[in-house]
């Protein structure tokens, strides 16, 4: 457990926009932050009235669409915090359920599936980065009331059937590991740049949303940390949607199966069909 | 060039479900096989999921298995009367086969079952078809004439009713013969959930004794149709088959199979049987090597082989 992807520390980032980074197609950032500045006069105001705010956030873009050319996207995230706290930025999909099958040996040496893992409250996307590592910023409870940090995700997701608390540590690390091999789950130290602004703190970070991730709705979230505690949150949406011929093809696949399968069918004969009368015709077939 | 698949819910890039497709259609084109128990592991390999990687497949050899019984028909090595009787034989078996996951499943330990008797079917049909297509590489060398006498088996299945010549394959069998072997082999497909091909041309070159070309190509004509109704009903009641990447796939493994087929005809039969042999056996190699290997993730989606 609590392995960590360690992301190379980007220093000395530019800070510069990243709108338009080619192939995705964004919409303006909608976003609550008071912190207005020179870089984020184009970007909408709103919920500008919380007292206080210690700290704030625009995401690059709040809508990631998939068509047929989808590759990944890039998230960057930026603000400004008062002077001494750290951050963390979560990135997090909604929780869902998922049933996985589980390998263990069989006959002392041959490994197979050997039974079903029934998991529930596993979120399909999740990312945290952080300025120091979270057991150093914040205390146990607080990282759970939040789910922050691969401990608190441990104990946040449900699964069963588990024998033990060893056994079930032992399958949510083994879950994890499964989520980080897909590139769906990552959590890392370091990614995070800071610096002075303005007698404030600012940060950046940019990271790769991998293609990996389904359409649905997502979450950015930053948070500003003291002593041990979550001093304040900013909450961004981040929808992932299918468009054109994606859209089309996934949403036909489910609602009209069959349909569909013949529509693969007539396809496939027709393509072979084709490919041989172009071979005769080619001559060369002898 | 990557494109994003919508039901696999993954991006790839292009040259990989090409290249993969011209590879095992090739194989496609030269064995009489689907391929299935090449593709569907490497699909999963690049990251699709498995249910995706095994329906997709399926709709691929519909595409790669008429390219390859066309170019074989056109020279004639194609027993379509062999073709319906093993046809009528594997549908029954397949629900058969069906039955019986459900019941190996209620009974427990199914995958263990299902994944042993994959291995042993693989190590024993490439095994035995090595053996005696190199002893009968030897034997043509050395006495080229020498009638076999009639094992008390070949008399069982002469003695049988409804006796019909194939014309195509040269040889006469009882009509249940490529129907109850045709059952056989798809009791077997659908409990391993595999096409069978690998197993349909030891039936039709050992049992059948038609001469290896027709076999090919009567093998692929078969296949087609166990494709059309395993596509529909994949893509009908669990929405797994990927359009895109099928498109992708058989734009490889349709001329593949076309180039197979044009090699195979400069083969001789034991040539072809030896070279099957051996890949079914390397596929069992690499079975029993990840079978004995810790796995390097100890969770896996549901599905595939």
Known sequence: ?286 | MYLYLPVALTSINVLIPVGLGLAVGLLSGLFGVGGGFLMTPLLIMFGIPATVAAATDSNQIVAASTSGTYAHWRVGNVDFKMGWHLLIGGFVGGLLGVQGIKYLHAMGNADFVIKMTYVLMLGGVGTYMFIESIQSMRKKTAEKTEDKPDSAFTRFLKSLPLQTEYTKSDVTHSMLVPILFGGFVGILAAVMGVGGGFLMVPVMVYILRMPMHVVVGTSLFQILFNCIEVTFLQAYTNHSVDFILAVLLLLGSTVGAQVGAVFGRKLKGEQLKVILASIVLAVTIKIVFDLTLTPSLLLAQAGGH
């Open chain 1, 1 to 286: 457990m609590n392995r960590t992807r360690l992301f190379p520390v980007r220093a000395g980032m530019n800070p510069a926009p990243t709108h338009g980074i080619s192939g995705i197609r964004m919409s303006p950032a909608v976003c609550s932050s008071w912190f207005a500045g020179a870089l984020a006069a184009a970007l909408l105001l709103c919920g500008a009235g919380r007292a206080a705010a210690e700290i704030s956030l625009i995401a690059n873009h709040d809508h990631i669409t998939i068509d047929f050319f989808y590759h990944g996207s890039t998230v960057s995230a930026r603000g400004v915090t008062e002077p001494g706290t750290d951050v963390i930025i979560k990135i997090a999909g909604p929780d869902g359920k998922e049933t996985l099958k589980e390998k263990g040996k069989t006959a002392a040496v041959l490994w197979m599936n050997v039974g079903t893992l029934h998991f529930d409250k596993t979120p399909n996307l999740y990312e945290v980065y952080s300025t120091r590592p979270i057991e150093q910023i914040l205390t146990p409870e607080e990282a759970d009331r939040e789910v922050l940090g691969y401990r608190a995700l441990g104990k946040h997701l449900a699964l069963e059937p588990v024998a033990s608390a060893e056994d079930r540590e032992k399958w949510v690390g083994e879950f994890i590991r499964f989520k980080e091999n897909s590139k769906l789950y990552g959590s890392s130290v370091g990614a995070i740049t800071t610096e002075p602004k303005d007698g404030k703190q600012g940060y950046y970070i940019k990271t790769d949303w991998p293609f990996q991730a389904p359409p649905g709705d997502y979450t950015v979230t930053a948070y500003a940390v003291r002593d041990g505690k979550v001093i304040e949150k900013i909450v961004k949406p981040v929808d992932v949607r299918q468009v054109g011929v994606v859209r089309t093809l996934s949403k036909m696949a489910k609602n009209n199966g069959a349909l569909y399968g013949l529509l693969s069918i007539a396809m496939a004969l027709g393509a072979g069909f084709g490919v041989g009368l172009i071979f005769r015709k080619g001559g060369g077939a002898h």
